[in-house]
């Protein structure tokens, strides 16, 4: 059994990489039928989507799509803080695109409604959201995403771009805190 131990804490393997990547695979088949030739800006959220979004937008190989960052942060250590601070705004003049926000992960929802009202200010032609994880038990505010790639119980995990306190992005597969 491959465990990992950050800050003192020991994760087990969860999500495997093959199936990962099944998923991602997935999720752009559906994002291609419904963008082609829609010329759509995927908004990576980062950091913790940058990984998710450059697997993502390379299998959707739509030929006039476009991608771009904005960065939000609410976590520290293994808990929403509640509130999100935008750290690294919009450049893009997104009147009239359509918006795919790309999420890591879908906790209480908070970051996720807060941009989407963001973005609403601007008057997008369409803004839908494409996460590859999603705690539906832990959603408190805003929607579900349109795309997701797996719903899974309220446990705290890392791995494929998601960290505990930065550390832990690195890993390939996704791993989830190991029940004493
Ligand atoms: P929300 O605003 O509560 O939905 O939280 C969204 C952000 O919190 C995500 O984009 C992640 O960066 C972070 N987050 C939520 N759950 C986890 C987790 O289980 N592990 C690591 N980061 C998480
Ligand atoms: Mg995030």
């Known amino acids: 059994m491959e465990e990992v131990t950050y800050q003192g804490l ?17 999720l752009a088949q559906e994002i291609k ?3 082609a ?23 959707c190989d739509l030929h006039d799509a476009e991608i771009s960052f904005i960065r939000f942060k609410s ?13 690294m705004g919009l450049n893009e003049d997104i009147e009239g695109r359509n918006v795919l926000i790309v999420e890591d992960i879908i906790d ?14 601007h008057n997008p032609k369409s ?6 994880l999603f705690k539906p ?17 309220s446990k705290f995990i890392l ?8 550390m832990a992005r690195n890993l390939p597969d996704i791993y989830v805190l190991k029940e004493s």
């Open 37 to 59: 030739n829609e010329n759509p800006l995927f908004l990576c959220v980062l950091n913790g989507s940058f990984i998710f979004a450059a697997d993502l937008f390379r299998a």
């Open 137 to 153: 038990d832990a959603l408190t505010v805003g929607k579900a995403p349109e795309y997701v790639g797996f719903k899974i119980p």
């Open 108 to 121: 209480s929802g908070v970051t996720a409604a807060q941009l989407r009202k963001e973005l609403d200010k």
């Open 10 to 26: 020991t994760f087990v393997p969860y999500i495997r990489r093959e199936e990962i990547a099944k998923q991602v695979h997935r």
């Open 127 to 132: 803004v839908k959201m494409v996460s590859l």
């Open 33 to 35: 039928r419904d963008y």
């Open 159 to 166: 791995g494929y771009g998601l960290d505990l306190d930065g």
């Open 75 to 87: 976590y520290e250590g293994m808990e929403s803080t509640g509130k999100v601070k935008e750290i």
